[in-house]
């Protein structure tokens, strides 16, 4: 009786919310056809065609000026073919490709990627945000995710907005313990204790210069069991030997200037924390850094476009992130808490929109099953390219990466006892060359059509990450066809 009498009080108090409240609904359908060929290297072992595709909607419930809620869904959201398959629920499961996708519902079901509140406290400055819904700073190189938690903004106060927020990024063992020791889960953890983000943003605008000065803090308690939630309770790989993130701290100052045919997009970040997980093992699948406990490290990037005519606009990109000179011991470095792939700058050496976060397909050699850096972890990158608009409907853009290891990359190789080992001897920083073009044709304002893709030539250091060796140096590349249709 109580549960019905809960259930239709629900009902009454979802029901005057709908008279009450006014809806603004848009959103996007994407399918991309993926065509993509030795991404490790060797045309013989990796050549994969498939198509996958997205329904999303953004919904918006508006009661006043002051009060709304948000929500995002990802409908008919598959990779076509594989929609009938069995999943897991883990990512080591051995269902096939779709056990990559654990709790996503990528078989054609219903996905929320966000849900929350949104309102403004009247006659005040203050704004608050409650659920689940995006946290991100700067051009995403560092955090890009969504999250559970609360986001409060002070609009024109202090500059044009400051942003203070909290997320709960990781619950323990997913029960109400936050003991040190629990009974163990279905992973195999102990350790129940939280991870949390807190994040602090100012926002600015001087005239054609727009700024953002940041950091966060994040600090991950589940540190007993010898796991941590970045990497180890991910539902994907990230690239080899990677740090495991205990608690990590960083500051970082993006901007953008427009001016007549002039635009720039400027970010530096600076990051250290620790890695209190004692390993003297690389782990299975070459998971793990090993380090002294203290990491550290930085991103740099520089975009500038010039409109030379109404036609043609020219442009030069440039990036260099940190990297690991040494992932037997010493320091370890770190880029990024946890991002979803849409920092952009080339079609395939970082660009990894990924099935772990917002997209469902491998795309890049950031994937998880090829597991080459994603942004610009360990990479130096040097970019030259043009756009040219001989139309109104049609674009073309066209460009050349030169790709090199900010510290070299070494040779590994199994040591046939369940480890890895690393070559101090052998070691290379030459990643390599692509050339990536985009054509982009809108049949209608809210049609698009866009055939894209690259050519990369690896170094030796790309063939070091992806296999730890030189055998393979077959040229990768991709073909991928996008029909867009916003609403």
Known sequence: MRLLSLILLCLVLSTSFFYAADFKLNGVYTAWGQSQHAFLFDDDAYDHNYVVQMLRFNLQGIANENLRFVTRLDIAQGWWGVDNALRTVQRTGGTGASSLFDFKDTNFLIHIDQAYIDFRIPDTPLGVRIGRMWYGLGNKIMVDNNYEGIQVDLNEVIGKKVTFSWAKVSEGVDDLSDDEVVGADVRGNTDARD????????????????????????????????????????????????????????????????????????????????????????????????????????????????AATDKLSLGVVGGRGSGDDDVTGGDGNVNKLRTSGFFYITEIWEDSIMPDEEGITPQGLGA?????????????????????????????????????????????????????????????????????????????????LTLRGGYFIPGDAAGYLLRGTTDYDDPAWELKSTITFKF
């Open 368 to 448: 998880p099953n090829v597991r080459g850096y994603r942004e610009l972890e360990n990479s130096t990158i040097l970019q030259v390219n043009g756009t040219l608009k001989p139309f109104d409907k049609f674009s073309a853009f066209l460009s050349y990466n030169y790709i090199l290891a900010t510290e070299a990359i070494h040779a590994w190789k199994s040591d046939g006892e369940g480890d890895w080992f690393i070559d101090p001897d052998v070691s290379a920083d030459d990643i390599g060359q692509e050339v990536d073009f985009r054509l982009s044709y809108n049949f209608y304002d809210e049609l698009n």
């Open 195 to 306: 991870a949390h983000l807190v994040t602090l943003n100012f926002h600015n605008q001087t005239g054609p210069f727009s700024y953002d000065a940041y950091g966060f803090y994040f600090n991950d308690a589940s540190t007993k069991d010898m796991n941590a939630f970045v990497p180890d309770h991910l539902q994907f790989f990230k690239t080899r030997f990677s740090a495991q993130v205990t608690e990590l701290t960083a500051v970082g100052f993006a901007g953008t200037y427009k001016k007549d045919k002039l635009s720039i997009k400027a970010e530096a970040d600076f990051l250290f924390g620790s890695d209190d997980i004692r390993n003297t093992i690389h782990g299975g699948n070459q998971m793990w850094d090993i380090n002294d406990g203290d990491l550290s490290g930085y991103n740099l990037y520089l975009n500038l476009n010039y």
